[in-house]
């Protein structure tokens, strides 16, 4: 089958070591996250964000099959893009824990049973491997799909900023900072609302429950403009040159090493937990972030 045979000559390629890599770098995440859910199931989360991350890395919107996707390229006979195609070399490298625990969880079932459910069990393990791996592979090519993306955004808000800049040196070039001081006022409130007042019954905790609802996805709007306004600052050639994978980068971080200890922990709401170090890592982002700007390029 083509699609296995590229994908075991990707393994090997030169050009994805990089993805093996970062694949290999998932492992331990992926032991941990899914040592309470293991063997029945496994958690993605570590390979997704590895595909997002080589994604990003091999995302080339330039190249001749740059657009072309794995059901595209499996539909006409081309190649997926790198991009794509690194994202699932870092799954299937990802997926390293999952076989052996696979493969030693239906070996013991298959003991506990007996006649015709054993052979079964016994004969539905060449099956169960690949599909595991497949399932690790697509986490990490959704993921690639997502670091693509944001590939091709960086480009296109690079390409908008040197426009800008041309047509108004002096000025400002970008209006997505009042994005991010709108959450550095609405975080805070929302927090000390939820957790200083918290209000248990009523009006009162309906507000709390609306106002988290509210703040979770602002605050991926304000992740987004954040970084929009440092490859836009950062383009202009300014006084100031952002580093936006730091600004960005460390709320993310946050948000997997809180999950990680929660799950360690055994918490009863380790993505909760994580949310909550996201938004409060991403209020201090916001605010040296901001500082900074006013500092250099005058605004806020």
Request: glycine share 10%; aromatic share 12%.
């Amino acid at each position: 089958m083509p699609p296995i045979r590229n994908t075991l000559a990707d393994l090997t390629a030169e050009r994805f070591r990089t993805a093996v890599l970062v694949g290999l770098a998932t492992i331990p995440f992926t032991v941990a996250l899914s040592w309470e859910s293991a063997p029945t199931s496994f958690s993605g989360t570590a390979v997704f964000a590895a595909g997002c991350l080589v994604g990003y890395r091999y995302g080339d919107r330039s190249a001749e099959n740059g657009d072309v996707g794995p059901l595209e390229g499996y539909r006409y006979g081309k190649r997926p893009a790198a991009s794509h195609r690194a994202g699932v070399v870092a799954g299937v490298v990802g997926s390293l824990p999952a076989v052996p625990w696979s493969i030693a969880h239906m070996l013991d079932l298959a003991r506990s049973l007996s006649g015709w459910r054993a052979v079964i069990t016994a004969v539905s393990l060449p099956v169960a491997v690949p599909i595991v791996v497949g399932l690790f592979a697509l986490s990490g090519a959704i993921g690639a799909y997502v670091g693509d993306w944001v590939a091709a955004r960086v480009d296109r808000t690079r390409d908008r900023a040197r426009s800008r800049a041309d047509a108004d040196p002096g000025g400002d070039v970008s209006g997505w900072w009042r994005w991010v001081a709108a959450y550095i006022l609405l975080a805070p409130a929302v927090l000390l609302y939820v957790f200083a007042v918290q209000p248990d019954s009523g009006i009162g905790f309906a507000v709390s429950v609306l106002a988290l609802f509210v703040l979770v996805p602002f605050s991926v709007a304000a992740v987004v403009a954040l970084f929009e306004d440092a490859v836009i600052l950062q383009e202009a050639r300014r006084d100031w040159v952002p580093n936006y994978w730091v600004y960005v980068g460390a709320p993310l971080g946050v948000y997997a090493l809180v999950s990680l200890v929660a799950t360690v922990l055994e918490s009863a709401n380790p993505s909760g937990d994580g949310i909550y170090g996201f938004v409060v890592a991403l209020w201090l982002s916001s605010v040296v972030y901001l500082h900074s700007r006013r500092r250099h390029v005058g605004t806020p």
